[in-house]
Structures are given as C-alpha cells and as structure tokens.
C-alpha cells in the first residue's frame, strides 16, 4: 500500500517503513509522532482512491527521528570587474520521519 501526500507545497509517495525527508517542523518537546492528512491518493493494487483533492478520512502517521540537513549548495556570482566575486553556501534543513501507518 501506498500513498502520495502533501506537505509544505511538495508531495511524496510513501509507504511503510519508509524514511522520508520532510520540510522542517516546529514541533513542541517531547512530540515523537505526526499525522500527515491531506492525502491524495491511497493506491493498493487496482483499488486506487483518488481524492478531489484530498482523500476523504485517509491520513499518514509516522514517527519523527531527528533532525538532519540536506546537501551543501555553493552560489558563485563572478563579473568581469577586478575583485567582482560574491560565494555564498546554503544548507536545508529537515526534518526526517518514517512512515508508521496509511489509514485509508
């Protein structure tokens, strides 16, 4: 079983026991699980629901496992003027979760 779900203005497809890397969350202390519930589409063999939008009473539960960032990205902007350079670097940060449980 599978689902596609939405959060923070990306999807994913998930399914059990799978880790995924979602946008991060400002969670209070101590919380150890979320719930996805703008689900998409739940899939499982040919007995798809489509949702127009959302899945009506389908949610995602999956437990958080930490903090992690994403890869370094380095921005070089260079003009054809003497001492023109600007570097700059960036890295995202997420929070990762694993799928518990599709409830469809």
């Known amino acids: 079983m599978y ?8 999807q994913y497809r998930v399914e059990p026991g799978q880790q995924v890397n979602l946008e991060l969350k400002d969670l209070a202390e101590g ?8 689900v998409l589409l739940v899939g499982e063999g040919e007995q798809t629901k489509v949702g127009t939008p959302l899945v009506e009473g389908a949610k995602v539960t999956a437990t958080v496992i930490g903090l992690t960032k994403g890869p370094k990205l380095d921005m070089m902007v260079i003009r054809k003027r003497k001492n023109s350079r600007r570097h700059e670097g960036h890295r995202q940060k997420y929070t990762r979760v694993q799928i518990d449980e ?3």
Do not use: F, N, P, R
């Open 31 to 38: 919380v150890s699980q979320i719930t996805l519930d703008q």
């Open 102 to 104: 599709i409830q469809a």
């Open 3 to 10: 689902a596609i779900v939405q959060d923070g203005g990306k």
